[in-house]
């Protein structure tokens, strides 16, 4: 999935954001700039960064989906 943020796009793939991966468009689109480059799914309570969105191999702790 792509997330379009103060003109930049960043990519998300399932693979490193499993989060999103069945869920409901709506859920996905539903998402809150809590903070400069701090994004929060509060349906999916998902919480990234920017830099956790552009550099996942530096963040290798996965939590998994249920």
């Known amino acids: 999935m792509w997330l379009l943020a103060h003109d930049r796009e ?6 490193n954001f499993p ?3 069945e869920q ?3 859920a996905i689109v539903n998402v809150e700039e809590q ?3 701090h994004f929060y799914w509060p349906e999916l309570d ?3 960064t920017a830099e956790i ?3 996942p ?3 290798p702790n996965v939590a998994h989906s249920t």
């Open 24 to 26: 409901r468009v709506s």
């Open 46 to 48: 998902v919480d990234l």
């Open 10 to 15: 960043f990519f998300m793939s399932y693979k």
């Open 53 to 55: 969105i552009e550099h």
């Open 57 to 59: 191999e530096r963040f």
């Open 19 to 21: 989060w999103f991966k």
């Open 35 to 37: 903070s400069p480059g």
